[in-house]
């Protein structure tokens, strides 16, 4: 009898003829995901489940973390698996599980059975009454109750036998691949991991940008970006963060334009360079961390006049949630913590006393035509003097 993992998929499960490439993308991540930890692994699928099979020394803990990082997943059960089925070692394999998950012996069960070796001598309710009646006789103080049962004793019998008692919740949502790449406005706030986190459950590989102004925003407000960088490729895989340089553009905006408009023309420019980025990297569509109203820069005036400037989606996974249902989510995704270390980014510095909250294109426009010319020349510079990081490898 040795350990191993079965993993429970949801959404995957209702993709028809394309199914297989949703569990080739699936597998791909995991094996990522297990290659380094200790022990050795082999993830193999079997007639709509998948399982981890477990060799070598290995943390049962670090694995079931590993795989709860893994979009796609939505239930990881660690099973022991009974490599002799026949009738008697199934039945004592079950009750040394059994023994050895549990400490106190003096719960309600049920057992449930699958069996897909239709050529094995018991049927799924035989297994039921069998496994039943041999755990009541081993362990006197166990209860049946199939109602209601405290624990849910699962035997399937397939290629091998396998006994399992617990599912533990995955991260839900689609397999990484399987639904192109995106590019995220990555700040160093609480709103935009979250927002990254968001859209790659649902598949989608992210690249990311961030907007640094030195010296008004410090190495150390950069280095936090990279670790929430980091934080969110634990679920999404490697980040390509590309750190642009915005100190000049930002400044000319400042010395040009109306204050009160400074915030929102910023993130027009942002935004344009955010889209050129993404084209470059093949990505399908921008990523903000925008909810409508949280600030004078999110009012729906002013999200329709940052949209205007793209011709690529802008999703927006936290349009409508409260800061926080934010806040509950990145302390779940790890990167609460980081995000409220008290560094400044770009737009805390220039913000004026009264921006505007419903501003007009057409005086966006007019602002805009002053910049012409010279602020293109500063947009190039900063596109070629990209730094990449690639985090989460
Ligand atoms: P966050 O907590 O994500 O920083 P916020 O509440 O501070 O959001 P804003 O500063 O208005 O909101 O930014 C809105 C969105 O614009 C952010 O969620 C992020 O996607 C993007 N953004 C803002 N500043 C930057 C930056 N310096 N670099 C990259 N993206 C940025
Ligand atoms: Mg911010």
New binding site residues.
């Given amino acids: 009898m040795y350990q191993a993992f079965l993993v429970k998929y949801a959404e995957i499960g209702i993709k028809g003829k394309n199914r297989y490439k949703f569990e080739n993308a699936l597998c791909q991540q995991m094996e990522r995901t297990l290659k380094p930890l200790d022990g050795e692994f082999v993830v193999e699928r079997q007639q709509g489940r998948i399982f981890v099979e477990a060799k070598g020394d290995f943390d049962e803990e670090d694995v079931i973390e590993a795989l709860q990082h893994v979009f796609g997943i939505s239930g990881i059960c660690p099973v022991n698996v009974i490599e002799d089925k026949t009738w008697e070692n199934v039945a004592k394999g079950v009750g040394d599980f059994v023994e050895q998950q549990y400490d106190k012996l003096d719960f309600t069960f049920k057992v449930e059975s699958k069996r897909s070796d239709k050529h094995y001598p018991m049927t799924s309710p035989e297994v039921c009454v069998e496994t039943g009646a041999y755990l009541l006789d081993r362990f006197p103080e166990l209860r049946v109750d199939v109602h209601k049962p405290e624990v849910r004793i699962w035997v399937e019998i397939r290629e091998k036998a396998y006994v399992y008692s617990k599912v533990i919740k995955g991260a839900g949502g689609m397999p990484l691949g399987t639904n192109g790449s995106a590019m995220?406005?990555?700040?160093?706030?609480?709103?935009?991991?979250?927002?990254g986190y968001m859209i790659a459950k649902r598949g989608v590989f992210i690249d990311a940008?961030?907007?640094?102004?030195p010296p008004y925003?410090s190495e150390r407000a950069k280095q936090k970006?990279v670790d929430l960088a980091e934080l969110v490729s634990k679920y999404t895989g490697p980040i390509r963060l590309h750190v642009?340089n915005?100190t000049d553009i930002q400044m000319y905006i400042y010395e040009t334009c109306p204050h009160e408009e400074l915030?929102i023309l910023m993130?027009r420019y942002?935004m344009r360079i955010?889209e050129t980025l993404a084209k470059k990297n093949d990505c399908l569509g921008l990523?903000?961390?925008?909810?409508i109203g949280?600030?004078a820069?999110?009012t729906m005036q002013s999200l329709a006049a940052t949209n205007e400037v793209c011709t690529l989606p802008v999703y927006r996974p936290?349009i409508g949630f409260d800061k926080q249902e934010i806040v509950e989510l990145s302390e779940k995704i790890n990167t609460y913590e980081t995000?409220i270390q008290p560094y400044e980014?770009?737009?805390?510095i220039f913000v004026a006393k009264h921006p505007v909250t419903k501003p007009e294109l057409k005086m966006l426009h007019r602002s805009e035509e002053k910049l012409v010319g010279k602020i293109d020349e500063m947009v190039k510079t900063a596109l070629d003097t990209v730094e990449i990081i690639t985090v989460g490898e």
């Fill in positions: 995220l406005l990555l700040s160093g706030g609480i709103d935009s991991p979250v927002a940008v961030y907007f640094h102004a925003t970006v642009v915005f915030t993130r942002m955010a990523i903000t961390g925008e909810s949280q600030v820069s999110q936290l995000s980014d770009c737009c805390t």
